[in-house]
């Protein structure tokens, strides 16, 4: 019941956060004898509130750390988890985050001129060092994308295998159209279409409103589905956490292969043990790896391909192509209405040429951006059906760092005690 | 029936009454879309059309009506959609517990696990196939997007060499503006005045583009026009341009006897040296009471206004040593003024005419002062009828004091006055009463060949007096917003405007009503909205709200180069060869003037500033939010 009201409360949010949008509108068009009041822009916050929050960072970094592996407590986690849902989302308003740290530190890499301030620095960094000794314990209960998800999830649809395995590359592929975009100029798109901004904001766009209320709705029944199947640095996270030195263990003594953990893990992310013997003879392996492997080139090369003559159209995300498409709208219709960006390039004065120059130089670069965009994503497919072709041994049922959340379900479940008597 | 299945079927009507819901309240988002007041395109014409023609009265209800009915049906599916999303809540509350208690009572059947090995291979095998049926999807995705690039109209400019379309009107391509329609010309079109977002019916519209803000000069008597924006007007030879010249008081050519420096105009005689070249804190003494006006420097003495909701004060400080040497309490005499808190109570910056000081305050009580701190006279003004509170700052002419008292909302009702005052008795010498609102800035005195001008800017009008009679010589009308920049001027024009409305260049040689004629340029970017332009060698410094400083050329308005330098209040000032500034944070900033933005020196001085410094001899005067600073060798 207590999960049931925490999911209603959360389906309702966006919708109440929809209601109270207020969209700004224009002044009427003449005077009714109001006074408007001049609009003000805050004085910026001292750099000491950056650090402070990698201070609170840190400290939920390390209470995760501590909760998962040491205490393994569920209950102690979820109250971690409303804590970041709290000041991380609705108190910072979801900004700063090491989800969209991301764009900056590829836009400071990409464009010298900008500053990548350290506390975003420390954001995007902090969780990675985490994840490299213990798994995913930001996701677990730091995040406040994944917080939100993890309090709303009430009855966990279990998605097969082998549907959640492909779904789970498309973070990779988002990452992949993340750094073009942030290292292009042409804008962060994984802050741009955020689907919980509008509930820690109370208030967006109507589109993200809608895609908040889905992405709730969602959640009410499969678990996580932005992490697992979205989340650019939850990509990055994964491939730390296949390095994890001490990541979370299922059994506190020896596992006696009970299968309760795995029918208890909402995410699929606890593999079954294979020492009853992986019964594909070796050759027939061999036979599907040498298959994948001639497959993985052509596959690299074709998706190549296609993303360079896809780079142009990639690139009408840049404002200044946009900019460039609706002044050649403009002067092929005249009489159309001219947008207000191409009202303020007739203010600025620039002539036309050097708005189809620029726009036609961030096509050219796309062409390139757009051509690596699809070697990645070949890269990332042809990877993955590798991987399936390997033999992996496990003498226990495991939970996979890459996908494990640390979201500590499984310990209550199983019956092994640290002595190694059972429950 | 079980109760099972009752549920299941309970829940699958809850699912597709909520799809219902859903699917309705998507197609009330898309119809609210084409009645959004930000983009309504036939809003915006009669906008044009009526700024174009503000005597068209049955212009301006059909504007009223239409922008009416834009409002409320607007609203209306707003209404709509809050009902709507309130409805699909409780579905889907009803849908999660229909479900939550059907799964409870689910009849379970447990069968044995199968091979784990078994299901392991299956489920490779599928994944595989699931990751190739994702790399398909990608890669049809990517097939349509090249697809899509290659049918963009972008793609001929791009291929074309950057060339634009034979079908484009010359001058377009240049950058220019198109031609635009004759104003007032055309009747609104009698089509349904809420079908939004389409273009004009053909006949109905010039076929010129109807958003356009360019209007072609016309003929001068033809009536009042608002020149639009950006607009840059046939300019006149620059032997055709007056030199314009400070007028500068006697005696104080050196001080510092006003707001923005003896001149008015931001440009300081001082030579102090730059940050990091010599400039350091010579002293630094507590402000008793707080006060965002600017200090002046009067024969040796640093001078404020301060006040707080229970006491004010003028007060005198040594320019030397940073000593108090006076402090006189002007205590207040009736209720309280309203003023926000970026107003303060001392808003205003004194004046000197070299025997006096004067100081005003929000609730109209002005004040005469020996240079001793003796209170020699007071006038009420007061009370204002401003929403933020009164804070046009003083000026001297002579022995004349200079008022600006701009009040109320609607300009007809002609509460504004500007009057000037004895500065020995405080009496009127003379008054105009002014047709405009609340205004916030502070006028300006120039001489423009033989003649001096009084220069003073409130919404509707930039308007010049004789500051001996004030006679009105001239008017600008169209301008808009809430003025509190100043206006200034360079060797040859007056640059007056504020966020909200425009920045006009104005050729001050002119008569009466010169809209037509007397406009050089105007532009609406980089409006500032509390700082004043600084115009130095043929170029116009603005200083947005948002703390991007933009250099426009004097000539034409158009943009030299943008630079983000952070929220400031103070305006800039041209010091020697190079343009002082300060942030609200406190950062002294020296800029190169020039083709691009270029620091000099910079220093910090550890407390937040609004006020503008004062610039005397080598030494620079600063007032914080808590500190006078004398900056110097």
Redo the contacts between chains.
Sequence with gaps: MKR?SL??TG??AP?LA??QEQ????P????S?????????P??KEALFAWFDVGVLLLALVLAAYIVLSRRSRAWLLVLTAFSAAYFGFYRLGCVCSVGSVQNVVLAFAEPSYRLGLSVAAFFLLPLLFALFYGRVFCSGVCPLGAIQELVL??PLRI????A???G??PF?YLGLAVLYASSGAGFVVCRYDPFIALYRLGSS?LMAWLTGMFL?AS?FIGRPYCRFLCPYGALLRVASWLASKPARIAPAACISC?LCAKECPYGAIL???A?????PLHQLRRTLAR?LA?AAP?VV??TV??W??????A?VHPK?TL??EL?????R?????TLAV????????????V??E??AI?RSFRFG?AAF?AW??VV?AA??VS??LRRRRREYVAEPGTCFACARCFASCPVLPNGDRS | MSAYRLLCRFRLVLAISSALVLGLLAWNLVQSRSYDPLEATRLEQMQLRLAANPKDDALRDQLRTLDRQVRERYLHHRRVALQGLALLAVLASLLALAHAAAETLRPRSYSAEPDATEILAQTRAKAAQGAYVLATALGGILVVLATLGRNDPLGSYVREGMKPHATEAPGQASGSAPPAPPVGQGSLPPADPLALGKPPLAGSLPATPPTTRLEPEAPAGAGTQRPSSPAVRPAPSKSALPDLEPCLPAGLEADWPRFRGPAGNGVAAARPPLPGKGLKVLWKVAVPLPGWNSPIVVKGSVLLAMADSTRREVAAFDARTGELLWRTPIPYQGPLPKVSQDTGYAPSTMASDGERAYAIFPDGLLVGLDLGGSVLWTRSFGPFENPYGHASSLLCHGKNVIVQLDQGSDPEERKSRLVALDGATGKNVWQVDRAVSASWATPLLLRAGTRELLVAMAPPLVCAYDPDTGKEVWRVEGLGGEPAPCPAFDEHRVYAGNLGSYLFAINPSGEGDITRTGVLWDTSDYLPDIVSPLAFRESVYLLGPDGTLACLRAKDGSLVWEHRIGLTKASPTAVGDAIWLVTDAGRLVVLQPGDAYRELGAMELGEVVRASPAFVGDRVYVRGQDHLFCLGP
Excluded: N
Aim: with cysteine; hydrophobic share 40%.
């Design positions: 049931t999911a209603l389906l309702l919708l929809m209601g969209k700004r509108q224009p009427p068009d003449f005077t004898g109001y006074q408007l009041p001049s609009p003000t822009t004085v910026p009430v009855k097969p295998d082998w549907i395995g492909p779904l590359l498309v592929l109507p709705a009410l299968h079954p043990p294979s009853e013997g992986d019964r594909a994948r497959v596959l074709c998706l296609l993303g003559f896809a780079g142009p159209a990639m009408r192509v460039a498409r050649a709208l403009s002067l092929d005249p009489e159309a209405p001219k009202e303020a390039h007739r203010r600025l004065g620039r002539s036309d040429e050097e189809f120059r726009a036609a096509q757009g699809g994503a070949g497919v993955y059906t399936l072709a």
